[in-house]
């Protein structure tokens, strides 16, 4: 993944010659500063949601990506959370602030790293079950089967 300037930036700047140069310019240092981390967020999520993806299912991979109790559990890792913490920590007075510094980047180093991994993980398995759903339906089609003790059913 990388942040590219567009047909439609190229237009709309064509009679602005330096605000063109400093919009590549800026494209530039933002692929160097976050380009690593886009990469790195967009592997995670194709790891994630592999198994619906391999079973060519991006439908639910996306609606899996986008189920708003995902999206709620993501957002706790963003600032206003870390500014919640910080805020905790300064309210206790914690009075040396390199300790304090030190204890609030643990929490939100370590804390967050975990509460990270375990989303990334429960997407995964929630994913891998979808994926076997679809599996198992595909199945039970085949067979003729429809559902769970459908074999009961044949032995009768």
């Known amino acids: 993944m990388e ?15 330096l605000a063109l140069r400093l919009l590549r310019h800026l494209i530039a240092a933002y692929n160097i500063v976050y380009g690593w981390q886009d990469r790195l967020v967009h ?4 790891w994630a949601v ?4 391999r079973a060519g299912r991006s439908e639910p991979a996306d609606a899996l990506r986008d ?13 206003g959370l870390q500014i ?4 905790v920590i ?12 030190e204890l609030f980047l643990w929490v939100v180093a370590a804390v967050g790293t ?3 991994i375990a989303l ?7 994913s891998a079950s979808g994926a076997r759903e679809r599996a198992g339906a595909a199945v039970d089609r085949r067979s003729g089967r429809r559902g769970p003790g459908a074999g009961d059913r044949d032995a009768e």
């Open 3 to 17: 942040e590219r300037l567009t047909a439609y930036d190229e237009i709309y700047y064509e009679d602005r010659p």
């Open 43 to 46: 592997r995670l999520d194709s």
């Open 50 to 53: 592999a198994p619906l993806l």
């Open 67 to 79: 189920d708003p109790r995902f999206l709620t559990a993501v957002s706790a890792l963003g600032p």
């Open 84 to 87: 919640l913490v910080l805020d």
């Open 90 to 101: 300064t309210v206790a007075g914690y009075g040396w602030l390199p300790g304090a510094l």
């Open 114 to 116: 975990v509460y990270a």
């Open 120 to 126: 990334l993980l429960w997407l995964r398995l929630a």
